[in-house]
């Protein structure tokens, strides 16, 4: 009967449910704990974060789908956020108009809240400033075998910005490849974007390509690294949020959108975890002290990011029968 299926219906919901939300999560859990804690202390909204990798989150979506059981997707880089669109719904945050037409979809489907730098990181212990890598051409020289290390693109978004960065200057053609071949077989390959700058801190590895974020926590925390931006240009990519499609609680996952990309919460990621955030009304010199804005770095110019979207499965093909190849 109607009445025994409300009884039924109503049972299952927990008081109070109506305000929470649930983010699907794949930052680290130290930022999925302190972003839930500032929401709910902002809002008075529970937040709940399920934290996994990018890859086991897109296909917890995906399987959920007939019945979303998450809110907001968080931490997804832009590429992952545009070959999804279909699992995403449209929502214009509060602040939209801050943060720059290349971090964010037009219609509102995905937004970039936190711009991800790639750079070279050294152990000063290791090396001297002068033997240290200053350009993405210098891995080609055979000095660098087993000396840099560099995660499978398989795995993370940020090297797959890496290497098509490479790409990029030498050319997606066969003399590039046989040059990303050639740096491929030097560098010390590791399965997770984490391992890389890890072993360059402990002074395992000499240098690693990896994410400026990561390299500059060490350095800030007085550690032997150093930091350097790549001479031919230096390459960023998104990793932003969108409100899953179906969403349970739509007003919560709307006021979660608009609070973490909102100026407080970009200011507190960015002194604590020294995320360089896309909106650019951030005072750097207070806040991550030496953190460059991205106006006073020189960027790679001819890098077309939605060109390398578009062909990231033949590419990471490419990747995966090179590496077969050659270690």
């Not at 995660?151 to 993370?156: D, E, G, H, M, V």
């Not at 739509?250 to 955030?277: H, I, Y």
Request: hydrophobic share 45%; proline share 5%.
């Amino acid at each position: 009967s109607a009445a025994f299926l409300l009884a039924g219906a109503g049972s299952a919901i927990p008081v109070g449910a109506a305000e929470r939300v649930v983010v699907y999560s794949s930052n680290q859990q130290a930022q999925n704990d302190m972003m839930a804690e500032a929401f709910e202390k902002a809002t008075g909204i529970k937040c709940e974060m399920v934290r996994a990798g990018t890859g086991v989150l897109v296909k917890k979506i995906i399987a959920e789908k007939n019945r979303p059981l998450g809110d907001v997707a968080l931490g997804l880089g832009k590429s992952v956020l545009i070959n999804n669109l279909d699992l995403w719904e449209a929502y214009k945050v509060k602040d939209f108009s801050a943060y720059p037409a290349e971090y964010k979809d037009p219609n509102g489907m995905w937004i970039g809240k936190i711009v991800h730098l790639m750079v070279f990181m050294y152990h000063t212990k290791l090396l001297t400033p002068a033997q240290a890598p200053k350009a993405w051409a210098d891995f080609l020289d055979p000095r660098w075998q087993n000396k840099v290390a560099f995660c499978n693109p398989s795995n993370a978004a940020s090297s797959y910005t890496q290497l098509t960065a490479m790409l990029s200057l030498w050319g997606d053609n066969e003399a590039g490849w046989k040059k990303a071949e050639t740096f491929l077989k030097n560098a010390l390959i590791t399965e997770q974007s984490a391992n890389v700058y890890t072993s360059v801190a402990n002074g395992e590895v000499p240098a690693g390509i990896t994410m400026e974020y990561a390299a500059y926590r060490y350095k800030k925390g007085g550690g032997p690294v150093e930091i350097v931006n790549p001479a031919e240009g230096a390459v960023a990519y998104a990793e932003g949020l969108a409100v899953i499609k179906g969403t349970p609680n739509r007003e919560n996952a709307r006021k979660f959108m608009d609070w973490a990309t909102g100026l407080e919460a970009r200011k507190l990621v960015l002194s604590q975890f020294l995320r360089r955030p896309a909106r650019e009304d951030v005072d750097f010199a207070t806040l991550a002290p030496g953190m460059l804005p991205l106006s006073k770095i020189n960027m790679l110019k001819n890098y077309d990011e939605d060109y390398w979207i578009k062909k990231q499965p033949e590419v990471l093909k490419k990747v995966r029968d090179i590496l077969l190849r050659v270690k």
